[in-house]
Protein backbone atom coordinates (compact mmCIF):
# COMPACT_ATOMS: atom_id res chain seq x y z
CA UNK A 1 0.00 0.00 0.00
CA UNK A 2 2.68 2.35 0.68
CA UNK A 3 4.19 2.12 -2.64
CA UNK A 4 1.20 2.59 -4.35
CA UNK A 5 0.80 5.84 -2.05
CA UNK A 6 4.49 6.79 -2.96
CA UNK A 7 4.32 6.69 -7.30
CA UNK A 8 3.33 10.09 -8.65
CA UNK A 9 1.73 10.36 -12.29
CA UNK A 10 2.09 13.18 -14.39
CA UNK A 11 -1.06 15.20 -14.41
CA UNK A 12 -0.21 18.07 -16.95
CA UNK A 13 2.70 18.90 -18.80
CA UNK A 14 3.66 21.59 -20.91
CA UNK A 15 6.75 22.50 -23.07
CA UNK A 16 8.97 24.38 -25.32
CA UNK A 17 11.91 24.39 -26.33
CA UNK A 18 14.47 24.09 -23.49
CA UNK A 19 11.74 24.59 -20.67
CA UNK A 20 8.84 22.63 -19.31
CA UNK A 21 5.98 23.27 -16.78
CA UNK A 22 4.85 20.09 -14.50
CA UNK A 23 2.31 19.25 -12.51
CA UNK A 24 2.94 15.90 -10.98
CA UNK A 25 0.31 14.27 -8.59
CA UNK A 26 -0.04 11.42 -5.85
CA UNK A 27 -3.97 9.88 -5.16
CA UNK A 28 -4.34 9.51 -1.73
CA UNK A 29 -7.01 7.00 -0.40
CA UNK A 30 -9.80 9.49 -0.49
CA UNK A 31 -9.63 9.92 -3.93
CA UNK A 32 -7.92 13.53 -3.62
CA UNK A 33 -4.53 14.67 -5.21
CA UNK A 34 -1.73 16.21 -3.67
CA UNK A 35 0.40 17.61 -6.25
CA UNK A 36 3.62 19.01 -6.99
CA UNK A 37 5.00 21.35 -9.17
CA UNK A 38 8.47 21.67 -11.49
CA UNK A 39 9.44 23.72 -13.48
CA UNK A 40 12.22 23.37 -15.48
CA UNK A 41 14.62 25.96 -16.93
CA UNK A 42 17.64 24.27 -17.28
CA UNK A 43 18.75 23.67 -20.57
CA UNK A 44 18.16 27.35 -21.59
CA UNK A 45 20.62 28.49 -19.22
CA UNK A 46 23.21 25.91 -21.04
CA UNK A 47 22.89 27.58 -24.02
CA UNK A 48 23.79 31.50 -24.13
CA UNK A 49 24.14 33.14 -27.32
CA UNK A 50 24.93 36.41 -26.17
CA UNK A 51 24.86 38.73 -23.01
CA UNK A 52 21.52 39.48 -22.27
CA UNK A 53 21.01 35.50 -22.39
CA UNK A 54 23.72 34.67 -20.38
CA UNK A 55 22.74 37.49 -17.75
CA UNK A 56 18.63 35.82 -18.69
CA UNK A 57 20.65 32.57 -17.64
CA UNK A 58 21.49 33.10 -14.27
CA UNK A 59 17.72 33.74 -13.66
CA UNK A 60 16.80 30.86 -15.11
CA UNK A 61 16.71 27.18 -12.29
CA UNK A 62 15.61 24.51 -11.81
CA UNK A 63 12.56 23.86 -8.90
CA UNK A 64 10.24 21.32 -7.82
CA UNK A 65 7.59 21.77 -4.88
CA UNK A 66 6.67 19.66 -2.19
CA UNK A 67 3.37 17.59 -3.14
CA UNK A 68 1.32 19.84 -0.85
CA UNK A 69 -1.24 21.57 -3.52
CA UNK A 70 -4.32 20.33 -4.84
CA UNK A 71 -4.79 20.45 -8.68
CA UNK A 72 -6.39 23.31 -8.81
CA UNK A 73 -4.01 25.21 -6.51
CA UNK A 74 -0.95 23.68 -8.01
CA UNK A 75 -2.76 25.08 -11.79
CA UNK A 76 -3.39 28.37 -10.61
CA UNK A 77 0.54 28.44 -9.88
CA UNK A 78 1.46 27.25 -13.50
CA UNK A 79 -1.16 29.47 -14.81
CA UNK A 80 1.10 33.05 -14.22
CA UNK A 81 3.03 31.52 -16.63
CA UNK A 82 2.38 31.09 -20.54
CA UNK A 83 2.10 27.35 -20.21
CA UNK A 84 -1.11 27.47 -23.16
CA UNK A 85 1.71 28.66 -25.82
CA UNK A 86 3.43 25.75 -25.21
CA UNK A 87 3.34 22.30 -26.37
CA UNK A 88 0.92 19.86 -24.46
CA UNK A 89 3.09 16.93 -23.42
CA UNK A 90 0.74 15.20 -20.85
CA UNK A 91 -2.89 15.84 -19.92
CA UNK A 92 -4.38 13.24 -17.11
CA UNK A 93 -7.99 11.74 -18.26
CA UNK A 94 -9.48 12.97 -14.91
CA UNK A 95 -8.44 16.56 -15.98
CA UNK A 96 -8.55 16.96 -19.39
CA UNK A 97 -12.03 19.17 -18.92
CA UNK A 98 -10.63 21.42 -16.74
CA UNK A 99 -7.13 21.77 -18.67
CA UNK A 100 -8.69 22.22 -21.92
CA UNK A 101 -11.35 25.00 -20.80
CA UNK A 102 -8.63 26.80 -19.50
CA UNK A 103 -6.81 26.49 -22.31
CA UNK A 104 -9.25 27.88 -24.50
CA UNK A 105 -9.75 30.55 -22.09
CA UNK A 106 -5.97 31.72 -21.99
CA UNK A 107 -5.97 31.64 -25.92
CA UNK A 108 -8.99 33.94 -26.25
CA UNK A 109 -7.37 36.51 -23.80
CA UNK A 110 -4.64 35.92 -25.18
CA UNK A 111 -6.05 36.91 -28.83
CA UNK A 112 -7.64 39.81 -27.03
CA UNK A 113 -4.56 41.19 -26.13
CA UNK A 114 -1.89 40.30 -28.57
CA UNK A 115 -4.08 39.81 -31.59
CA UNK A 116 -2.77 37.96 -34.70
CA UNK A 117 -0.95 40.30 -37.22
CA UNK A 118 0.23 37.82 -39.82
CA UNK A 119 -0.35 34.56 -41.35
CA UNK A 120 2.11 32.58 -40.01
CA UNK A 121 1.36 33.84 -36.33
CA UNK A 122 -2.34 32.63 -37.40
CA UNK A 123 -0.55 29.42 -38.54
CA UNK A 124 1.10 28.64 -35.32
CA UNK A 125 -1.49 29.84 -33.35
CA UNK A 126 -4.39 27.43 -35.20
CA UNK A 127 -2.14 24.73 -34.68
CA UNK A 128 -0.80 25.13 -31.00
CA UNK A 129 -4.81 25.20 -30.47
CA UNK A 130 -4.92 21.47 -32.19
CA UNK A 131 -2.05 20.22 -30.79
CA UNK A 132 -3.84 21.04 -27.01
CA UNK A 133 -7.51 19.89 -28.25
CA UNK A 134 -5.83 16.46 -30.03
CA UNK A 135 -4.05 15.60 -26.32
CA UNK A 136 -7.23 16.33 -24.68
CA UNK A 137 -8.93 13.72 -26.87
CA UNK A 138 -6.40 11.12 -26.17
CA UNK A 139 -7.16 10.90 -22.65
Not at 45 to 61: A, K, T, W
Request: charged fraction near 35%; aromatic fraction near 12%; proline fraction near 3%.
Amino acid sequence: MNNQKEKSEILLKTSAKGFSITIFGKKEEDGQWNCAIERNEITLSEIPISEHVHSLGEQRSYEKTDFKFSFEEAFQKVDLSEWFLCRPDKIHVEFSDFVIEAFNSRMEEYDLQFPSDSPMESFIRENRIKEWKAMADMT
